[in-house]
């Protein structure tokens, strides 16, 4: 495990980590000095591409947008999400994990699951790649957006994944729109940080797409604190621009040559 990795980990219990999901370099270049770990998440699928869901995010657009956020991540660790279709066996997710690594340059990568996937993550971390999980609603397979952790079943499933995926090696877990109670049980069980999105405060850090965070993204889900208006901002800027083209304000003799 390199020292970035180690330094996130002991994290845990000191202070909460603050993640967010970027899809560029302008916005990661901006997040970057206040987080802890910038994920370019296939949530750009829906975010930016319209799709229906994120099985349709290709590998070559997660590598496309990495590089991009790869331009403005300085300090923060920053993780790929590995696409749909890109981990359904070992050999594969391993050589799609080593192309988006030299590819992007990114730190590590985050697949969904639990025990379906152990022995893929086993076989990464094995070839010293680092990966962090991600547990509960998973979109990659969901078959509806409902939060987990209420059947018991369910509940005891997640729970054992989570040590599942810790005894497998991850050095973090996401944990996505689950119970209040087992987002607290499994971050007092594993030893690895556990990151919320729609988890309550009970994880050792939470994560949210930025575009959903500054108000540019029209996502409504009940987890989605909206911190700024920047779909405002834009509109008003975009306006003053008009105004001026139209009067002959812009540009003036300063933005000519
Ligand atoms: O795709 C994504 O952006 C994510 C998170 C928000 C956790 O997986």
């Given at each position: 495990m390199n020292n970035k990795i180690i330094n996130f980990i002991k994290k845990k219990n000191k202070?909460?980590?603050?993640?967010?999901?970027?899809?560029s370099k302008n916005i990661a270049s901006i997040i970057d000095k206040h987080c802890d770990l910038i994920l370019v998440g296939d949530s750009l699928g829906s975010v930016l591409y319209s799709f229906s869901s994120?099985?349709?995010?290709?590998?070559?657009?997660?590598?496309?947008?990495?590089?991009s956020v790869r331009m403005g991540v300085k300090k923060s660790l920053m993780v790929v999400d590995m696409p749909h279709n890109t981990y359904r066996n070992p050999k594969e997710?391993?050589?799609?994990?080593?192309?988006?690594?030299s590819e992007t340059n990114c730190d590590a990568i985050k697949l969904e699951g639990g025990k379906k996937v152990?022995?893929?993550?086993?076989?990464?971390?094995?070839?010293?790649?680092?990966?962090?999980?991600?547990?509960?609603l998973l979109p990659q397979s969901a078959k509806n957006f409902k939060f987990k952790g209420k059947e018991t079943t369910e509940r005891k499933i997640i729970l054992r994944d989570s040590k599942l995926l810790e005894e497998a090696g991850v050095f973090s877990i996401v944990?996505?729109?689950i119970e209040s109670s087992?987002?607290?049980?499994?971050?007092?069980?594993?030893?690895?940080?556990?990151?919320?999105?729609g988890a309550s405060v009970y994880c050792d850090g939470q994560i949210l797409v930025t575009d959903d965070l500054i108000g540019l993204?029209?996502?409504?889900?009940?987890?989605v604190k909206k911190y700024s208006n920047i779909e405002k901002q834009i509109n008003d800027a975009v306006l003053n621009y008009k105004k001026d083209v139209v009067?002959?304000?812009?540009?003036?003799?300063k933005h000519s040559y």
């Open positions: 202070s909460k980590i603050i993640s967010l999901a970027a899809y994120t099985k349709k995010v290709t590998l070559d657009m997660m590598i496309e947008h990495s590089k997710a391993l050589s799609n994990a080593k192309k988006i690594i152990v022995q893929i993550i086993k076989t990464l971390i094995k070839n010293k790649i680092p990966v962090m999980g991600h547990l509960g944990l996505e729109c087992l987002a607290k049980e499994i971050t007092k069980t594993v030893k690895v940080p556990t990151i919320g999105i993204n029209k996502m409504k889900a009940r987890f009067a002959n304000k812009f540009p003036t003799k």
